[in-house]
């Protein structure tokens, strides 16, 4: 599976995430990442679906909504009208995982699941079968900026080796620096925020991104 580049949006200017997505769309990323928080779930609160539905037709690249968010069923809806392909939950933001998994395919969106960096893999083992993604996080979510926290970098190893054709995503301290050892440990989809925040320029951080999907170390 080719490697997919799909960045959030969560460190660019809240007051403006229009342009980002506009340079990211013209950047040809593979997904629109958008990090929903409720301040329960993860103490920040961020943006809801009208954001989303605002950005939903900015680009080709489709938007997935990576939701941190306790009862995340109560926003299915509000997100697949708002137009995103993708809905991504947490593993400990509900005691229904498989049948919440089983109400995103009903409703005709790709169904991910997120696990934080202290949850086993073997907790999502039981929905392979129906899950279009696993989101290894590989920092604590709730926020942008942070450092990869290594011992994750396993865990996408031991679902590799579980799920070969699974589509595996990181999502924390993805940089140029750090994806070819989450490449070379199975991860598919790479989620990045601050770097491409940080960079030049979007185009030559997507860039520079691409490069470094091609080589696993
Ligand atoms: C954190 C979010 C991540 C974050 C990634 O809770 O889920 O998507 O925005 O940001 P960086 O790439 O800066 O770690
Ligand atoms: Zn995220």
Partial sequence: MRARIAPSILSFDPADYRAPVLELQKAGVDWIHLDV????????ITFGAELASSLSTLGEA?????????????????????????I??????TVHSHRLV???????????????????V???????????????????PGWGGQSLIESCIPKVRELRAIAPELD??????VTPGTLPRLLEAGATTFV??????????????????????????
């Fill in 168 to 173: 595996i995503e990181v999502d924390g301290g």
């Fill in 122 to 140: 073997s907790t999502v083992l039981p929905m392979l079968d129906i899950l279009d993604l696993v989101l290894v996080m590989t920092v604590n």
């Fill in 192 to 217: 990045t925020g601050s770097y491409l925040a940080g960079a030049a320029s979007i185009a030559s951080g997507v860039q520079e991104l691409r490069k470094a999907c091609l080589c696993a170390s």
């Fill in 62 to 86: 489709p938007l997935e909504a990576h939701l941190m968010t306790l009862t995340p069923e109560r926003h299915f809806e509000a997100f697949v009208k708002a137009g995103c392909r993708r």
């Fill in 88 to 93: 991504t939950f947490h593993q400990e933001a």
């Fill in 102 to 120: 089983q109400a995103l395919r009903e409703m005709g969106v790709e169904a991910g699941i997120a696990i934080n960096p202290a949850t086993p």
């Fill in 37 to 44: 928080m409720d301040g329960q779930f993860v103490p920040p």
